[in-house]
C-alpha cells in the first residue's frame, strides 16, 4: 500500500537537495527556490507538473512502477533511495541483477552536461534507457518501446523499418554481425533463465539471419570508433562514437560527435534546429 504522507516527504526532501546544476539545468539570476521546482522534477522523469505536484500533496495517486522508476531517475537517486522510493509507493523494489536498468546518478549527470551532443546510455542487450534531445533527433526516440522490442537487437532482427534505416544499406551486414555478437557476451554473462536468453529464444524463431549468424559463434567483435548514422532529412553523417561503461551497471554511455569543420559537424549543428522532427516513413510504431 501506497504511503502517501511518507512519499510526499521523501519527494520534497529530494527535490530541494538537488541544485540545477545538479540535472544540467542553468540557475537563473532570480531564483529563489531551494533545490529544483516541481515543474522541473516533473520534466526530468517525463510527466505532467500536476501529477507530479499532486504526489508531494499527498492527494495524487498510486504511481505505477513505471512512473516510480521515472521519478527516481528523474530526481537521480541512487540504488538504495530508488528501492526506499519503490517501497514507499507500494511497490516491491527491483530486483538488483547484473543487468540493471537503473542509471546511477554519477552517469545521469555526466549526461546532463552533454545536452546540446547526441547521448545515450544503453544497456548490454541494446536497450536505450535515456537520451538526450539530441540523440532522440538523431536516432529517433527509442526509450518508449516495451517488450522484447526495447532491445535495438530485436527490433533490427524483426524488420523493424526505423531499426534499420537508422544505418546505410552497405552497413547492414556488419551491424547485424556486431549486434549478434554483442547478444552473445549479454548471454554468456546472463546465462539460463535470464533476459537475454528469452531474446536469443525468440530471435532463432523469428529470423533466419540471427539464426545464421548465432551459428557462427561470433563473441566480442570490435566495433569500430566512427559510426555512420542516416538520418532522414540530413543524410548520412559519419560520427565518432565514444563509449563510457559502467561495469557495475551493465551499461554504457554513448557520445556522438563529430570532427569541426567536417560536413558531418556543420549536419550536427543542423540537427539541433531540426529537434525531434522525423519524415512520416519514421513514426513510431503504434504499439510503443
Given at each position: 500500500?501506497?504511503?502517501?504522507?511518507?512519499?510526499?516527504?521523501?519527494?520534497?526532501?529530494?527535490?530541494?537537495?538537488?541544485?540545477?546544476?545538479?540535472?544540467?539545468?542553468?540557475?537563473?539570476?532570480?531564483?529563489?527556490?531551494?533545490?529544483?521546482?516541481?515543474?522541473?522534477?516533473?520534466?526530468?522523469?517525463?510527466?505532467?507538473?500536476?501529477?507530479?505536484?499532486?504526489?508531494?500533496?499527498?492527494?495524487?495517486?498510486?504511481?505505477?512502477?513505471?512512473?516510480?522508476?521515472?521519478?527516481?531517475?528523474?530526481?537521480?537517486?541512487?540504488?538504495?533511495?530508488?528501492?526506499?522510493?519503490?517501497?514507499?509507493?507500494?511497490?516491491?523494489?527491483?530486483?538488483?541483477?547484473?543487468?540493471?536498468?537503473?542509471?546511477?546518478?554519477?552517469?545521469?549527470?555526466?549526461?546532463?552536461?552533454?545536452?546540446?551532443?547526441?547521448?545515450?546510455?544503453?544497456?548490454?542487450?541494446?536497450?536505450?534507457?535515456?537520451?538526450?534531445?539530441?540523440?532522440?533527433?538523431?536516432?529517433?526516440?527509442?526509450?518508449?518501446?516495451?517488450?522484447?522490442?526495447?532491445?535495438?537487437?530485436?527490433?533490427?532482427?524483426?524488420?523493424?523499418?526505423?531499426?534499420?534505416?537508422?544505418?546505410?544499406?552497405?552497413?547492414?551486414?556488419?551491424?547485424?554481425?556486431?549486434?549478434?555478437?554483442?547478444?552473445?557476451?549479454?548471454?554468456?554473462?546472463?546465462?539460463?533463465?535470464?533476459?537475454?536468453?528469452?531474446?536469443?529464444?525468440?530471435?532463432?524463431?523469428?529470423?533466419?539471419?540471427?539464426?545464421?549468424?548465432?551459428?557462427?559463434?561470433?563473441?566480442?567483435?570490435?566495433?569500430?570508433?566512427?559510426?555512420?548514422?542516416?538520418?532522414?532529412?540530413?543524410?548520412?553523417?559519419?560520427?565518432?562514437?565514444?563509449?563510457?561503461?559502467?561495469p557495475d551497471q551493465a551499461q554504457a554511455l554513448l557520445v556522438f560527435t563529430a570532427t569541426p569543420g567536417s560536413e558531418s559537424y556543420e549536419k550536427?549543428?543542423?540537427?539541433?534546429?531540426?529537434?525531434?522532427?522525423?519524415?512520416?516513413?519514421?513514426?513510431?510504431?503504434?504499439?510503443?
Amino acid at each position: 500500500m501506497v504511503d502517501r504522507e511518507q512519499l510526499a516527504d521523501f519527494l520534497r526532501r529530494r527535490r530541494e537537495a538537488l541544485q540545477p546544476e545538479d540535472v544540467g539545468l542553468t540557475r537563473g539570476p532570480r531564483r529563489r527556490t531551494n533545490g529544483l521546482r516541481r515543474e522541473e522534477v516533473a520534466a526530468l522523469s517525463g510527466m505532467s507538473v500536476d501529477y507530479y505536484s499532486r504526489l508531494e500533496q499527498e492527494r495524487g495517486p498510486q504511481p505505477s512502477e513505471q512512473m516510480t522508476a521515472a521519478i527516481a531517475r528523474g530526481l537521480h537517486l541512487s540504488l538504495d533511495e530508488r528501492d526506499h522510493l519503490f517501497r514507499l509507493a507500494g511497490h516491491n523494489a527491483p530486483v538488483r541483477t547484473s543487468r540493471s536498468e537503473h542509471v546511477s546518478p554519477g552517469m545521469l549527470r555526466i549526461l546532463d552536461r552533454l545536452q546540446d551532443t547526441p547521448a545515450q546510455v544503453v544497456t548490454g542487450l541494446a536497450e536505450t534507457l535515456v537520451q538526450t534531445p539530441l540523440a532522440a533527433a538523431l536516432l529517433g526516440n527509442e526509450t518508449n518501446y516495451t517488450g522484447l522490442a526495447r532491445s535495438m537487437t530485436y527490433r533490427w532482427f524483426t524488420d523493424d523499418p526505423d531499426a534499420r534505416r537508422v544505418y546505410p544499406i552497405d552497413d547492414h551486414p556488419i551491424r547485424s554481425r556486431l549486434f549478434t555478437s554483442d547478444l552473445r557476451s549479454a548471454y554468456s554473462r546472463e546465462g539460463a533463465g535470464s533476459r537475454a536468453e528469452a531474446l536469443v529464444e525468440a530471435l532463432l524463431a523469428r529470423s533466419a539471419e540471427f539464426e545464421a549468424l548465432w551459428s557462427e559463434h561470433e563473441v566480442g567483435l570490435a566495433h569500430d570508433r566512427t559510426k555512420r548514422i542516416q538520418h532522414p532529412e540530413l543524410g548520412v553523417l559519419e560520427l565518432d562514437c565514444q563509449i563510457l561503461l559502467d561495469p557495475d551497471q551493465a551499461q554504457a554511455l554513448l557520445v556522438f560527435t563529430a570532427t569541426p569543420g567536417s560536413e558531418s559537424y556543420e549536419k550536427l549543428q543542423l540537427l539541433s534546429v531540426i529537434g525531434e522532427q522525423r519524415m512520416s516513413s519514421y513514426a513510431q510504431h503504434p504499439d510503443k
